[in-house]
């Protein structure tokens, strides 16, 4: 030991900070490494081979229409909630706090999912205006419907999962009809799909318009025409702020990730109207379009270049596969609305 004890008492100084330094260091790294890790996007999944791995649960061997359908949002949901790092949106510490990517594509997928629960609630599950509604689905919808950054009693998770448990006791009804309950219903009908279609479209709008003002040479294409007065008085869009436009392409990434497993699931159920009204082509571009939507991004950022300039604007991609989701999804609601 050094007989010069300020010089003892200096390198225990060192020491300790060196050492706190080292811990900081590492769980910096942990955070990094977990906060990459979480933010990965779900990967997509077969919406049949799903359906029939819960009948394998169930120990059936029923199918009826509807089941997938409600299947997909029972599963969609289930992902949002034990994807990597489980549900982040109602995080209140790190990393899940700072991985607001992924934040907003659970929130964009949970719209969609609301939509098609709505969907299977009010139209698809009724026979007419004047049928009673599916008790089960009663109690679904609300569930989802729950805020969703909660993380105290009750958490955002324990609620999403009463949805779950919902939409799967509506499916052993859907799959038991003769069963001592009441036996639950799913009409594929043109005028129930054209219903939900109308919803999408509105969607897809508007999420093209949002992520197009990412640049101000777009958003401005929504001021009107300001010698109209009709047109001075109706809201305008500003460019995206640039702190937001990731936000805002997450949110529609997630969007698309949760629509293209409802639209295969329409795809399998509504099969028999869709081939009828000769519109199978025409849900298949949708599926299509969202699927490039869905294309791995090579950069880390989101880039948001200018018109032909050297760098690519991720924003205006996305908002051109959307744009042609939505063009299809208007040629859909058409065929659909005809006798």
């Not at 949901?77 to 594509?105: E, R």
């Not at 109690?139 to 950054?149: G, L, M, T, V």
Request: a negative charge.
């Amino acid at each position: 030991m050094s007989d010069n004890p300020l010089a003892y008492e200096d390198a225990k100084s060192k020491g300790i900070l060196w050492g706190f330094g080292s811990l900081l260091g590492v769980v910096l790294i942990v955070m990094l490494v977990l906060g990459e890790w979480w933010s990965r996007e779900p990967e997509q999944f077969s919406v049949q081979d799903e359906a029939i791995e819960r009948m394998n649960v169930t120990h059936t061997d029923q199918m009826p229409i509807g089941y997938v359908y409600a299947n997909t949002l029972a599963h969609i949901a289930d992902v949002i909630l034990f994807k990597s790092g489980g549900y982040l949106s109602n995080d209140v510490a790190p990393p899940g706090l700072f991985c607001d990517n992924i934040q907003n594509f659970e929130y964009g997928a949970l719209v969609m999912l609301r939509d098609g629960t709505t969907a299977l609630r009010n139209h698809f599950a009724r026979d007419q205006s004047q049928s009673a509604e599916d008790p089960d689905l009663a109690k679904a919808e609300p569930y989802f419907y729950y805020e969703r950054n909660s993380w105290a009693l009750p958490s955002t998770e324990s609620e999403y999962v009463k949805g779950i448990e919902a939409l799967h006791a509506y499916m052993v009804r859907l799959q038991n009809p003769s069963s001592t309950s009441k036996a639950a219903q799913f009409h594929s009908r043109a005028d129930n799909l054209w219903q939900y279609t109308e919803v999408v479209i509105k969607r897809l709008g508007g999420l093209s318009t949002r992520l197009a003002a990412s640049t101000d040479k777009f958003s401005g294409a929504t001021h009107g025409d300001p010698s109209n007065p009709i047109d001075i008085n109706m809201p305008t869009i500003g460019q995206t702020p640039w702190m937001e436009i990731d936000n805002v392409f997450y949110e529609a990434r997630g969007s698309c990730w949760a629509l293209l497993h409802i639209l295969k699931a329409i795809k399998h159920d509504f099969s028999d109207i869709l081939l009828d009204k000769r519109a199978m082509n025409t849900l298949d571009n949708m599926i299509q379009a969202l699927e490039n939507a869905l294309s791995p991004t090579l950069s880390p950022v989101v880039l948001n270049g200018d018109g032909f300039g050297i760098f690519a604007n991720y924003s205006l991609a996305m908002a051109n596969y959307i744009a042609r989701a939505n063009a299809a999804a208007l040629d859909l609601r058409d065929v659909m609305n005809r006798g």
